[in-house]
């Protein structure tokens, strides 16, 4: 890891922040009366679960491949905390009340994100495979969410059935790439000929890409859909 650029580092810290702060601020929206406690406690869940992550990395909790799968094992994590707020009522008003325009607006960020995986390519700390000279096609859906945002659910126009298509299309294409990505991983591949495993989300900062932005795109994804389907007041987007 000590091939790569800074700056791929430098890239990659920035996309973080940039989750955080569409994070934050739709859920400031979203609870207006109690801004400064509900958003204050968030982000503060957000930034201590990145901090816990990140004290691992460095301890080498994630390299340490024997035994269970360790890094599975926290995304499951973070997926698992993801259904529980969607179904808990009390957390489900909250995330109705999300402003679906900043949920699509987040997903711009997959675009310097499929930078930054090409650039691992490029140093050899991920494989191609996972980059758009392969099979990741990701980075469509970053490219095309800006107009999706503005032109399936912002105030310039509607179309509640071409966002609830847009948003599907988008997870496939996001659950196809980590398929790759699991598929590569050392726990589940060895490398043969002139192929590389799936090693640089194994260390810092790249670990936040499956343990934090990836879940944070699934999540905005489904609240988005959730909104897309069970709110009747289209006007309310």
Not at 15 to 42: Q, R
Not at 49 to 61: E, L, P, S
Not at 149 to 160: D, I, L, P, W, Y
Not at 162 to 182: E, H, M, P, Q, T
Request: glycine share 6%; aromatic share 16%; charged share 10%.
């Amino acid at each position: 890891m000590e091939d790569i650029p800074g700056y791929v580092a430098g890239t990659f810290i920035a996309i973080v922040i940039a989750v955080l702060s569409f994070l934050y601020y739709a859920i400031s929206v979203a609870t207006p009366g109690k801004k400064n406690l509900t958003s204050s406690l968030a982000i503060t869940f957000l930034v201590g679960w990145i901090f816990f992550v990140c004290v691992q990395t460095f301890n080498g909790y994630f390299t340490s491949l024997s035994g269970f799968p360790r890094l599975p094992m926290f995304v499951g994590f973070t997926l698992v905390a993801i259904l529980f707020f969607l179904v808990w009522p009390r957390s489900r008003a909250l995330l109705m009340n999300m402003p679906v325009t900043t949920l699509h607006y987040i997903h711009i960020v997959r675009v310097p994100v499929e930078m930054v995986l090409w650039w691992l390519a490029v140093s050899r700390a991920i494989p191609i495979d996972m980059t758009f000279e392969g099979s990741n096609m990701d980075i469509i859906s970053g490219i095309s969410a800006p107009f999706a945002a503005v032109f399936m659910v912002g105030a310039r126009s509607k179309s509640r059935i071409g966002a609830i298509i847009w948003n599907l299309i988008a997870l496939g294409l996001l659950f196809y790439v980590v398929n790759i990505a699991v598929s590569f991983m050392p726990y589940f591949f060895t490398p043969t000929g002139g192929q590389v495993a799936n090693l640089g989300v194994f260390y810092f900062p790249y670990i936040l890409l499956p343990t934090f932005v990836v879940p944070a795109i699934i999540f905005s994804h489904l609240v988005s859909l959730m909104q897309l389907i069970f709110k009747k007041d289209q006007s309310q987007f």
